[in-house]
């Protein structure tokens, strides 16, 4: 499931190894991660072209570049010959830290966080990288709750964001909802096994009244 909120948040968000301007203005590198100030860029491995490490006076520069661009833009248009970029590891591994967090803080406050279907918890990681963990707790408290109680449809119903395209809201519900279809699928298994387990001691109590498959003692 961590995995694949990973890969599904670099399709959401875009995963840019160069220093571009978010739809806010704010500096920003690799997916989503903005960068208040120039000492936070400076704390990350930036590389040039060449793949030699950048030092602070080059990636302060960069960062002062961009800064001064114009916001509103495609990540390409930020990009110049010159430009820094990070490894795609350390792209990763900043990821997966942030998400560590961020699945820490929902498990401190969800109930039963660790059970939920791992759809359930991808939209969740999903909507706290995009809202912040405590815009998510506090921001859709109906929804918080159905997923406490495992009320899915309620759920799908009350998971939808402002600011975001279609499709990613599109792909929160479906989580939401193949988790409906989980839960139907895994009662109808348990009436099933019941019922052949009914059905199995009812077949050994006719067999024990009417004596049948006990060995004859005539010929």
């Not at 990350?44 to 990636?59: C, D, K, M």
């Not at 961020?102 to 909507?127: C, I, N, S």
């Not at 279609?166 to 699928?185: E, K």
Request: charged share 20%; aromatic share 8%.
């Amino acid at each position: 499931t961590f995995d694949q909120s990973l890969a599904q948040l670099k399709t959401f968000e875009g995963c840019v190894p160069w220093m571009y301007r978010d739809t806010a203005g704010k500096v920003t590198v690799g997916v989503g991660l903005m960068l208040p100030d120039a000492a936070a860029a400076c704390a990350l491995p930036f590389q040039t072209e060449g793949g030699a490490a950048a030092t602070a006076e080059q990636i302060a520069a960069e960062f002062a570049r961009v800064e001064a661009l114009a916001m509103g833009r495609l990540p390409s248009f930020y990009r110049a010959a010159s430009s820094l970029e990070l490894p795609e590891a350390v792209m990763d591994a900043k990821l997966s830290g942030v998400l560590a967090g961020f699945e820490a803080t929902l498990r401190a406050h969800l109930a039963g966080y660790d059970t939920l279907p791992g759809g359930v918890k991808m939209a969740l990681l999903d909507m706290a990288y995009n809202l912040g963990p405590a815009g998510l707790l506090e921001g859709y408290p109906r929804m918080i709750h159905a997923v406490e109680t495992g009320a899915w449809a309620e759920a799908a119903a009350q998971c939808a964001r402002g600011g975001i395209n279609a499709a990613r809201n599109a792909w929160t519900r479906q989580q939401m909802l193949a988790a409906v279809v989980a839960t139907i699928q895994a009662e109808a298994e348990s009436v099933e096994k019941s019922a052949e387990g009914w059905l199995r001691r009812l077949w050994r109590g006719v067999k024990r009244a009417f004596g049948i498959g006990k060995p004859s003692c005539c010929p």
